[in-house]
């Protein structure tokens, strides 16, 4: 599972990207982008030497559409930093080789329906492998079909659904947080608990270690208690991770309903992400039981894989793989 530190950054905004795999070598700086001059006091993952993932592989893209010639394969090694370096220097910014929010900023332009560039290659993989938007294809091309992700992703954030994917769209697909408005997991959860639309179950094989009881104490800054398969797993904690609780506030939208059967408690399999703080499992979707395999597992699956859920983790009763989940719906992240 990818593994990113989500580093916060009171910043300027907003990017553009760029392609094809080459040798890691900085090549040339590009024009400035255009369209971005207005500060902004957003989150932004931060980004160094040494990290790796979906964010990695859009600064790659980004930089690429910036002029410079160096591999997307989500590492951020050597010729990724040089890259990064030789592009702060050639825009006046602090050379330290970390994508914080000065950076982003200067990195990222506006695209649209039409456009056919890195940039909406960096967009696309963001939609297809980041939110689970299959219909989406990684080819540069920002046709209709990436136009109607694109304004299904604002619709689900609160955005303005018009298809531009612009300074606010960037940040929320970078950071996925735009739609909590929150940047720590106590923060995240005390929404969670403040929400009608989320009900937390409040019973548990480990008493401590129900729904309930597991947000209480992240909103409280304590550690959450994990439920116990073997030995291993009995009697220890785990900090529920702040993919997974801004993903459960997303699943939950404007409209969604759910009820929460587990989130680090209960019988799972050792390994399990839900002992990981990543994973919660749906056993009511919109008043509908999940206790059957019925519509409602598919309804659900497909709202967490838009919330950015990891597709191939994400169980219901027609999509599972290791079987067991007839009778709930299991979405992890990342």
Known sequence: MRRIALLTSTALVLAACGISPSTEQATRPAPAAPGVSALSVLTWQALRQGDSGRDVVTAQYLLRHAGYT??????????????????????????????????????????????????VRAVQDQLRSGYGYTSVTVDGAFGSATDAAVRDFQSKRGLSADGVVGLNTWQSLVTGSSATGSTTTSGLAQQILNTSRITLGTSSSTVSGNP???????????????????????????????????????????????YVTSIAGGVHSQYSDHYAGLAFDIGIWNGVSLSSPNSAHTAARNACLAAGSDPSQTFN???DPPGGHSNHVHCAWN
Do not use: H, P
């Open 212 to 258: 309930r009881q597991n947000m209480l104490d992240t909103a409280a800054g304590r550690a959450a208690v994990r439920g116990c398969n073997s030995d291993a797993n009995c009697g220890l904690t785990v900090y529920l991770k702040r993919s997974m609780l801004d993903g459960m506030l997303r699943v939950a939208g404007s409209s969604n309903s759910f």
């Open 70 to 119: 160096l591999s997307v394969d989500g590492a951020f090694g050597a010729g990724t930093d040089s890259a990064v370096r030789s592009f702060q220097s050639s825009r006046g910014l602090t050379v330290d080789g970390i994508v914080g929010g000065n950076t982003w900023e200067k990195l990222i332009v506006t695209v649209r329906q039409g456009d056919n560039n890195n940039a």
């Open 317 to 319: 009763a027609y999509y």
